[in-house]
């Protein structure tokens, strides 16, 4: 499986953005999604996961602002990205695996497959 995220871009301070991530492959709908973001000089956090059944988790930092979803029919999970802080930026990896447990889902070690990252950088 390839994952190839896209949407990034520098906005202003309360600006949004729409996350993309496309999977090639099959059984997409097998995999729990996820996002995680890095900022320099930082750890890679988690950010966002969506399981099978479409259930959704996010970090408290993100909650009520960002919405993970998944588009099965065409491989894809989104992340709306919404009232966006200069401390959002980062850039921000799609991960995927079809075996990862709940109670693991924020943990990044666990996922097997990674999308290249896109940058996010919101300005003042």
């Known amino acids: 499986v390839q994952l190839q995220a896209c949407g990034g871009g520098l906005v202003q301070a309360w600006g949004s953005l729409s996350l993309s991530c496309t999977a090639s492959?099959?059984?997409?709908?097998?995999?729990?999604m996820a996002w995680f973001r890095q900022a320099p000089g930082k750890e890679r956090e988690f950010v966002a996961a969506i399981s099978r059944g479409r259930h959704t988790s996010y970090a408290d930092s993100v909650k009520g602002r960002f919405t993970i979803s998944r588009d099965n029919a065409r491989n894809t999970v989104h992340l709306q990205v919404n009232t966006l802080n200069p401390e959002d930026t980062a850039v921000y990896y799609c991960a995927g695996s079809r075996t990862i447990i709940t109670s693991s889902y924020r943990t990044s070690g666990r996922y097997d497959y990674w999308g290249q990252g896109t940058q996010v950088t919101v300005s003042s």
């Open positions: 492959g099959h059984d997409f709908s097998s995999y729990v």
